[in-house]
Nanobody, 128 residues
Framework: QVQLVESGGGLVQTGGSLRLSCAASGQSFSSKAMGWFRQVPGKERECVAGITWGGDWTYYANYVEGRFTISRDNAKSTLNLQMNSLKPEDTAVYYC?????????????????????WGQGTQVTVSS
């Protein structure tokens, strides 16, 4: 079991930065791939970034690559998302999630159905 709590959302102007954090509790955080998803009303939840259990490999959606950076600290059971050069289209509720796939997998799933544990979400609003 993994419990996840996001923080760090808020209102920022176009071109600004935010850093999202996800605090995890439970024994299996360090063995699971993790992801950041976002969702806007009327649209499906989409994966914007993912990271393997050890942090060796990362994935980014093409529309955030070069602007967002995902990182994790297994010793502190935290997952982060540094978001720079924010655009109005980045406005969404952002969720962190822990993959349900096997422990220590080298893969980074990107489908929401591949994640079993979710935080409550944090709102990010980018004003134009």
């Amino acid at each position: 079991q993994v419990q996840l709590v996001e923080s760090g959302g808020g209102l920022v102007q176009t071109g600004g930065s935010l850093r999202l954090s996800c605090a995890a509790s439970g024994q299996s955080f360090s063995s699971k791939a993790m992801g950041w998803f976002r969702q806007v009303p009327g649209k499906e939840r989409e994966c914007v970034a993912g990271i393997t259990w050890g942090g060796d490999w990362t994935y980014y959606a093409n529309y955030v690559e070069g602007r967002f950076t995902i990182s994790r600290d297994n010793a502190k059971s935290t997952l982060n998302l540094q978001m720079n050069s924010l655009k109005p289209e980045d406005t969404a509720v952002y969720y962190c999630a822990a993959a349900g796939r096997g422990e220590y997998s080298p893969l980074i799933p990107t489908a929401p159905d591949d994640y079993d544990y979710w935080g409550q979400g944090t709102q990010v609003t980018v004003s134009s």
